[in-house]
């Protein structure tokens, strides 16, 4: 048994739960696992390798054998900077429709909890706290109002110099909530003792200092 504690941060597109559980990570001194990167990864991999869609073994075994890396918040796929490319709407979009699929769930379990180290971690993605963490010592549900994430979701776009449109990525948004919560495997939904935050009208720092006083009072760390 790992008592390596864990915060499993799950939620939903553009929550905010990356820039948050980055942020925790950060004033707790813990590591860091973004679990959508991992799908992201494996979404552009299989455009790399011409590994169709529908081939469920194929994408599970580039899912085992993922060559990626991630250092100093920078991610690298065959030593190659991917970090800006991972981001791209349509990679996005293509990690939600393999994710669907248990055999690269599966190929993906061990290499998420091998994050767990010392002295603790702090992961955010879908099925956190329900599948791969159940046993998380704090589980956070972050949510937030469709129109706010798609638009916090449209700013990240327009600075990283994609285009994009408010009423498209609202449609687009809804679309990927929809397939996230209602697939067969590890759906989208809060873990029975998940404590939901909705952050429509918060700023991510008032959220942050929610979530490390949650795991102040749990005795997770001493102060932050
Ligand atoms: O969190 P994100 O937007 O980077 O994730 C991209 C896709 O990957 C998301 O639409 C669904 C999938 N995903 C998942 O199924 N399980 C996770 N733990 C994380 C992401």
Redo the contacts with the bound molecule.
């Keep these: 048994m790992s008592l390596v504690p864990v915060i499993a941060i799950d939620g939903p597109?553009a929550s905010g739960k990356?820039a948050l559980a980055e942020r925790v990570a950060e004033a707790l001194g813990w590591h860091y696992l973004d679990?959508?990167?991992l799908?992201?990864l494996v979404a552009l991999y299989a455009n790399w390798q011409d590994c169709a869609e529908s081939d469920d073994a194929g994408l599970a075994a580039l899912g085992r054998g993922l060559p990626a890396r991630f250092d100093g918040g920078r991610v690298f796929l065959q030593d190659i900077d991917v970090t800006g490319e991972i981001r791209a709407p349509g990679v996005?979009d293509k990690?939600?429709r393999i994710?669907v699929k248990p055999a690269l769930r599966d190929a993906l379990l061990s290499r998420q909890r091998n994050f767990r180290l010392p002295p603790g971690l702090v992961a955010d993605?879908?099925?956190?706290a329900t599948v791969v963490f159940p046993d998380a010592a704090l589980k956070v549900f972050l949510t937030a109002e469709l129109r706010v994430r798609a638009g916090r979701r449209h700013k990240q776009l327009i600075e990283k110099g994609f285009s994009a449109s408010l009423d498209e990525l609202c449609r687009e948004i809804a679309l990927?909530d929809e397939r996230?919560a209602n697939r067969e495997v590890?759906p989208l939904v809060p873990a029975p003792d998940a404590t939901i935050i909705d952050s429509s009208e918060m700023t991510l720092d008032e959220v942050v200092a929610m979530v490390v006083e949650f795991a102040v009072d749990r005795r997770l760390v001493d102060s932050a």
């Design positions: 597109t990356g679990s959508g990167a799908y992201r996005g990690a939600s994710a993605g879908r099925d956190m990927r996230d590890a």
